[in-house]
């Protein structure tokens, strides 16, 4: 016959005080004591002595003299006895009537289901910010490094935030992180500490977390023993972190793993393939994965490696990523190890080139107003050769509301069909070999665009000013790795010549010569 589940309970309780007694971590008898009153003053089985503190000093007994116990002459109760006094009239008419035996047990389910209800609701609330773990993270952090020089870790609070954001939401997205080369110290920092916050909450949750949870790649020793030496402090709150290189001897490393179970693991490419082949480690169940240093490792020839090792991690991992902006090779093996998921890109500065990093930007000329409906078609034409069998989105921009309908209805491609929606602000293009669908908008409306899910963006007309360019080209690259803004230059834009080519030439693109001899003119 089953046992029953106060029988499981009971059997679990016995064993856990063997194991507690007989472990070298057993507490006193005064600590094990406080331990049994908080358990018992949270399950409601606190004695009368134990209730003193939860009572408050009322007009009637102004020093709390009677601990929240009512006379017999009183005639209005105190704060805590009207609860108690309603429970006991309702035992009693519970008890007097012989066909509700069973409801107090009913409402006591309920009630109990309303507060775990109540419990996970005000969980909810607290994870659309950052905890006070996190915070706690950091201070430990900083407090370690306080003799070092350099800023402070709460300097860069905006961009942890943002990243933050994206690690811990119900959907995470992928980080493109295009400031510099390597994380700075505060970065770093800053993403520990949140998956520290991650790994918290999901114990409080009661979710089993793997280990590790976090792979942290580094290129080199001396940036593991870095990355090593932040997380380091971790480690009284519970975060225990390993690093992996060269510089030590893999039986020495596989020792020391196989006596503990890190949270963080921080290595390098070579050494973790050697551990993952020897069956010493294993990473399928890494749920955030950080590649510091993209460059660094194109430089080292280890790209290849970089993409076993996320074929190795069987889960769909949180992927964050540091490089700079210098090499296009690098925006290709990005894109390929970050595929499956949107992406979010972050920077610690405004500047145009890391926050437009592997956009591609196209400068077409235009003579007269009359020809930018024809050279649109054409752009879309050779962008739908260029990019045969996919399905992409176009964001087209317009001056005004009457342009952008007018572009939307004239569009007549060859071997094409194109179909427009009622409101004439969007059209779909269908060929042989791809599809696009394009959405028309006007400058004015362009506040309240999405840029989300467009990663080829054609500016029709140009702006007055240079700076609502920029807005579009760092919009259009904030959700993708690798993207397109193309341009129609007229006449009567000759005035955005000259600082039309310095975006240009600060994000490293080619300034075509009509438009550098407008420049100098």
Request: hydrophobic share 35%.
């Amino acid at each position: 016959m089953a046992k029953g589940d106060d029988a499981l309970v009971r059997k679990r309780n016995r064993v856990r005080r063997k194991r507690l007694r007989s472990s070298e971590n057993a507490v006193s008898a005064r600590v094990a004591g406080i331990i049994a009153s908080k358990r018992r003053r949270k399950s409601g089985k606190r004695r009368a002595c134990e209730g003193m503190c939860f009572s408050l000093p009322t007009p009637e007994d102004p020093f709390n003299d009677r601990h929240g116990k009512r006379l017999k002459g009183d005639d209005e109760p105190t704060e805590d006895a009207p609860a108690a006094a309603t429970g006991k009239d309702e035992s009693r008419k519970k008890k007097k009537d012989s066909n509700s035996k069973k409801q107090p047990a009913r409402e006591a389910a309920a009630n109990g289901k309303s507060r775990a209800i109540a419990e996970r609701e005000k969980d909810g609330a607290e994870y659309d910010r950052p905890s006070k773990f996190l915070v706690v993270c950091l201070n430990a952090i900083r407090d370690a490094a306080a003799s070092e020089d350099g800023g402070g870790i709460h300097d860069s609070g905006s961009w942890g935030v943002e990243l933050w954001n994206c690690c811990s939401a119900a959907s995470p997205s992928d980080v493109l992180d295009t400031s510099g080369g390597c994380a700075t110290r505060e970065q770093t920092a800053w993403l520990v500490s949140t998956a520290c916050d991650i790994v918290a909450r999901k114990e409080k949750l009661g979710v089993v977390v793997s280990c590790p949870f976090l792979l942290y790649l580094v290129p080199s020793q001396e940036k593991a023993v870095q990355v090593r030496s932040i997380c380091k402090p971790l480690k009284a709150l519970g975060i225990h972190s390993v690093s992996l290189h060269l510089g030590a001897s893999i039986e020495h490393q596989m020792s020391g793993l196989k006596s503990c179970e890190p949270e963080f693991l921080i290595s390098t490419p070579e050494r973790l393939l050697e551990l993952a082949a020897l069956k010493a480690i294993d990473i399928s169940g890494v749920s955030m994965l950080v590649i510091d240093g993209l460059k660094c490792f194109m430089d080292l020839n280890v790209g290849d490696k970089l993409c076993s090792i996320r074929k190795a991690i069987l889960s769909n991992p949180q992927i964050t990523i540091f490089s700079d902006s210098s090499d296009r090779s690098v925006a290709a093996l990005a894109t390929k190890l970050l595929s499956g998921r949107k992406i979010t890109r972050l920077c610690t500065n405004d500047s145009v080139t890391s926050r437009s990093a592997f956009v591609t930007q196209k400068i077409h000329i235009c003579l007269s107003k009359d020809q930018k409906a024809p050279k649109v078609k054409e752009i879309l034409e050779q962008f739908l050769n260029n990019h045969a069998r996919k399905t992409a989105k176009v964001l087209l921009v317009a001056a005004s509301g009457h342009e952008a309908q007018h572009l939307s209805s004239s569009l007549k491609l060859q071997n094409c069909t194109v179909a427009d929606d009622s409101h004439g602000n969007s059209f779909t293009i269908c060929s042989s070999v791809g599809l696009i669908n394009a959405l028309v908008k006007d400058w004015e409306s362009m506040t309240t665009t999405n840029f989300e899910d467009f990663d080829t963006v054609l500016v029709a007309d140009l702006p007055p000013s240079v700076d609502e360019y920029i807005e579009i080209l760092t919009g259009a690259s904030r959700h993708v790795v690798v993207g397109e803004v193309h341009c129609i230059f007229s006449d009567a834009d000759a005035p955005l010549a000259k600082p039309l080519s310095e975006v240009l030439t600060s994000c490293g693109q080619v300034v075509p010569e009509f438009l550098k001899k407008l420049a100098s003119s």
